[in-house]
């Protein structure tokens, strides 16, 4: 049998959670009060039910604990209720009879864990996270887009997470950084969207990446990590020498290996060129090159075989061909920034996406925004005629495209 008493004692507390009576910012008397009507109680006002007298035995004993005050309909009281209102002075009483912690309880329970899980973890996206988390609970605003006060394990496990992410410094797969620091190899898996919340709005340069990529970049892959170059090059694996060049679509190294490879310097080369689509990659062909795949954005695996590259041959030019739109970009200055390489852009120019057009597509509003966004942060970027352009015309093209 329903408990109706419970049932709207709940409802009375979750509406004064959420008002500004309960973090004191009211500047005028609130009432908190459940209405009487079909949608919120449906079973009162079926005339073949016979709860009817149920739920007014129920109010009727709410009231004189004093917990709510009932108020009649006009001209009908004693026999229809119009709504009840929560007599807020009797607050605790009220949580007790449903026997249910309070808001400002949980609160302050995961303050203290806050506090406590503070110094674990000295990582800057753990460390802001901490510090946003807290201080919305200090000014009573919700954070359920990111943790259940209900739930503190929980939200214990999932700081762990973030954490453990940045303080990683070894090549592993998803499932086993889920074991290793969790003994569940699916504990990781179901933080998955909060974690690239988290890591995107708190990290910095992470914007426009997926969670792979994101965890890429701290050594973690849901799947074995394999970067693809192709050129007429040597490399040396331990003391066994490879001619690159002999394979027409080059060769892809495991993440694993790639600390084991060393380039030969005695090749001629003129250009080291980074690919941002996969398909260009196999379709490029460039004498005295070295061609690398980057699959959108580079990770730390690619970072290592690009300065491994840059230091044996630091005389080359060093560029990026993507797609000409805002990833491509973002790519490209992401790239620079983080393997320090002077790399310049690439078929990436006015001329190109003129020269192309009629293959592009059409821009986004998310584009629009993400081009305005460049312009005004930089409005002097070596790109930016490209960006305009591309706003006035309202396109974009993906490096597939180009020929």
């Not at 080369?269 to 580079?298: A, C, D, K, P, Q």
């Amino acid at each position: 049998m329903e408990r109706y008493d419970k049932k709207i004692m709940d409802r009375l507390l979750d509406s004064y959670e959420e008002s500004t009576l309960f973090d004191g910012k009211n500047k005028m008397t609130v009432h908190i009060a459940f209405p009487f009507n079909k949608k919120n109680i449906p079973a009162y006002f079926d005339e073949s039910s016979l709860v009817y007298e149920e739920i007014h035995a129920a109010m009727q004993e709410l009231e004189w604990r004093g917990l709510i005050d009932i108020i009649w309909r006009k001209g009908k009281e004693g026999h229809i209720i119009s709504k009840v209102v929560l007599r807020t002075e009797n607050l605790e009483e009220a949580y007790a009879y449903v026997a249910r912690i309070s808001r400002a309880d949980r609160i302050r329970e995961n303050r203290a864990l806050l506090a406590k899980l503070r110094e674990r973890f000295d990582t800057p996206v753990y460390q802001a996270f901490i510090e946003y988390l807290d201080g919305r609970l200090k000014n009573a605003q919700s954070v359920k887009e990111f943790i259940d006060l209900s739930n503190p394990e929980e939200t214990e496990i999932f700081l762990t997470g973030i954490g453990e992410i940045e303080r990683n410094d070894r090549n592993c797969y998803i499932r086993e950084f889920s074991i290793e620091h969790f003994h569940d190899s699916k504990v990781f898996e179901s933080m998955r969207g909060k974690i690239v919340r988290v890591m995107r709005t708190f990290g910095e340069g992470y914007e426009e990446k997926d969670l792979n990529e994101i965890l890429a970049e701290y050594g973690i892959y849901h799947t074995p990590n394999y970067v693809y170059f192709k050129g007429n090059v040597s490399i040396r694996v331990g003391e066994c020498p490879f001619q690159v060049g002999e394979l027409r679509q080059g060769l892809g190294i495991s993440g694993e290996d790639i600390d084991r490879v060393c380039f030969e310097d005695g090749a001629r080369i003129r250009r080291v060129i980074t690919i941002e689509n996969l398909t260009t990659f196999f379709r490029w062909e460039e004498e005295e090159s070295l061609m690398i795949y980057l699959g959108g954005y580079h990770n730390s695996v690619r970072r290592i075989l690009l300065q491994k590259i840059y230091h044996t041959f630091p005389d080359a030019c060093y560029c990026h061909f993507g797609d000409i739109d805002v990833g491509g970009f973002l790519i490209y200055e992401d790239l620079c920034r983080k393997t320090g390489i002077p790399f310049t852009c690439c078929r990436m120019d006015l001329d190109t996406l003129t020269e192309y057009e009629a293959y592009g597509k059409a821009l986004t509003e998310n584009d629009r925004v993400g081009i305005e966004r460049i312009l005004k942060e930089n409005p002097d970027v070596q790109y930016a005629e490209v960006l305009e352009y591309m706003l006035s015309a309202g396109v974009k093209l993906e490096q597939e495209c180009i020929v």
